[in-house]
T-cell receptor, first 112, second 111 residues
Framework: GDSVTQMEGPVTLSEEAFLTINCTYT??????LFWYVQYPGEGLQLLLK?????DKGSNKGFEATYRKETTSFHLEKGSVQVSDSAVYFC???????????FGKGTSLLVTP | NAGVTQTPKFQVLKTGQSMTLQCAQD?????MYWYRQDPGMGLRLIYY???????DKGEVPNGYNVSRLNKREFSLRLESAAPSQTSVYFC??????????FGPGTRLTVT
């Protein structure tokens, strides 16, 4: 079945460091891919998305590129801020399905 | 435009008690979902409703029932709560796109 694997956390970075959170997926066809962010005590917010191969999603300085050849959708940011501390979830939506399949989440802590 | 709202925000139940979690969306979305979030497990789908009048089981439906009351509202019921149902519950909705929009969650503890 469809699944998402993302790197285990927690990830701890200093402010202004470069961020990469790896995400790979298993799915038939061409699913849509998403990154969601969850701040402490809150629900999930859509961060960015990509719906076809080679699409790049971007928002708030975060980027991720849909790579069909490596079945990956890695999240990157050039310079993280303390306010980026949160849990990040990679997810896919199969073309034929209704529900999102989530990875287990990666906790990010950015220190001053 | 409130998006997706959930009530209550927090709840403590004793084993065997029942309760209903409420969810409403004001985005005119057809599809609605209930997930639970447990540490290290990500989010797992309990039930979903692809459209008004339909409901389907997700990955972890045992111990839960749902009602799609109308297009706006989708409730989740625990008939006899168990400690294994201690979790954070999220409701979500989806329109014509593939992305889902989430509520703030209900933090449930069953003792």
């Amino acid at each position: 079945g469809d699944s998402v694997t993302q790197m285990e956390g927690p990830v701890t970075l200093s402010e202004e460091a470069f961020l990469t959170i790896n995400c790979t997926y298993t799915a038939t066809g061409y699913p849509s891919l998403f990154w969601y962010v969850q701040y402490p005590g809150e629900g999930l917010q859509l961060l960015l998305k990509a719906t076809k191969a080679d699409d790049k999603g971007s928002n708030k300085g975060f980027e991720a590129t849909y790579r069909k050849e490596t079945t990956s959708f890695h999240l990157e940011k050039g310079s993280v801020q303390v306010s980026d501390s949160a849990v990040y979830f990679c997810a896919l939506q199969a073309n034929s399905g209704y529900a999102l399949n989530f990875g287990k989440g990666t906790s990010l802590l950015v220190t001053p | 435009n409130a998006g997706v709202t959930q009530t209550p925000k927090f709840q403590v139940l004793k084993t065997g008690q029942s309760m209903t979690l409420q969810c409403a969306q004001d985005m005119n979305h057809n599809s609605m979902y209930w997930y639970r979030q447990d540490p290290g497990m990500g989010l797992r789908l309990i039930y979903y409703s692809a459209s008004e009048g339909t409901t389907d089981k997700g990955e972890v439906p045992n111990g839960y029932n749902v009602s799609r009351l109308n297009k706006r509202e989708f409730s989740l019921r625990l008939e006899s709560a168990a400690p294994s149902q201690t979790s954070v519950y999220f409701c979500a909705s989806r329109g014509t796109g593939k992305e889902q929009y989430f509520g703030p969650g209900t933090r449930l503890t069953v003792t």
